[in-house]
């Protein structure tokens, strides 16, 4: 089963609003990346994270290592109507532990109407 | 240049079939994933090959199975269809195994119904 936990499950987005998300293990990692997924599509990778308190920005997207290696967050800056879809984070244990990447079970971006 | 493909995109299979689904890494790729994603979850780890060899395997029966090819395309391949078989199947490549070679990147997915 999951063994990363995302919050929130889900939200709603106003245009122009700032999102937070964050992702936390009882578990340390070596890497955490974050995905979206947009419906009928593989997840596109946005952001990886290699160090512990290592700070990443990809355009509107900003995502930081935990400096516990347990946990990470993303934001989204000036959220814009395309941002809507579902985020996961995934982390990768060191290498003894297998090369595999864990995921949560998402964060869910809506619209508010 | 091309993604990660895989084929087919959608597929339909009663119990008890079997299935195989195909997946090419992006070029100059050489490990391919396959994890399981079931409606309203992350994806689940399935396999990892890397260079041909199984590098990885996630909680999954013995009815999964894959293997990698000289050109490190990839097969994954399911026995014995259950109900709860259905689900998308994600192929994901990586250019290595080394922590900062890692960052996988997926395909679009085969979505199997199992009827």
């Known amino acids: 089963g999951q063994q990363l936990n995302q919050s929130p499950q889900s939200m709603f987005i106003q245009e122009g609003e700032d999102v937070s998300m964050n992702c936390t293990s009882s578990s340390i990692f070596n890497t955490w990346l974050w995905y979206k997924q947009d419906p009928g599509e593989g997840p596109v990778l946005l952001i990886a994270l290699y160090k512990a308190g290592e700070l990443t920005s990809n355009g509107r997207l900003t995502a930081q290592f935990g400096i516990t290696r347990k946990d990470s967050f993303l934001n989204i800056s000036a959220s814009i109507p395309s941002d809507v879809g579902i985020y996961f984070c995934?982390?990768?244990?060191?290498?003894?532990?297998?090369?595999?990447?864990?995921f949560g079970a998402g964060t869910i971006l809506r619209v508010k109407s | 240049d091309a993604g990660v493909t895989q084929s087919p995109t959608h597929l339909i299979k009663t119990r008890g079939q079997h299935v195989t689904l195909r997946c090419s890494p992006i070029s100059g790729h050489k490990s391919v994933s396959w994890y399981q994603q079931v409606l309203g979850q992350g994806p689940q780890f399935i396999f990892q090959?890397?260079?041909?060899?199984?590098?990885g395997r996630g909680n999954f029966p013995d009815r999964f199975s894959a293997r990698q090819f000289p050109n490190y395309s990839s097969e994954l391949n399911v026995n014995a269809l259950l109900l709860g078989d259905s689900a998308l199947y994600l192929c994901?490549?990586?250019?290595?195994?080394?922590?900062?070679?890692?960052?996988?990147?997926f395909g679009p997915g085969t979505r199997l119904t199992v009827t």
């Open positions: 995934a982390g990768q244990k060191a290498p003894e532990y297998g090369n595999k990447l864990v």
């Open positions: 994901a490549s990586s250019l290595a195994l080394d922590r900062f070679s890692y960052e996988q990147y």
């Open positions: 090959y890397y260079e041909k060899e199984e590098r």
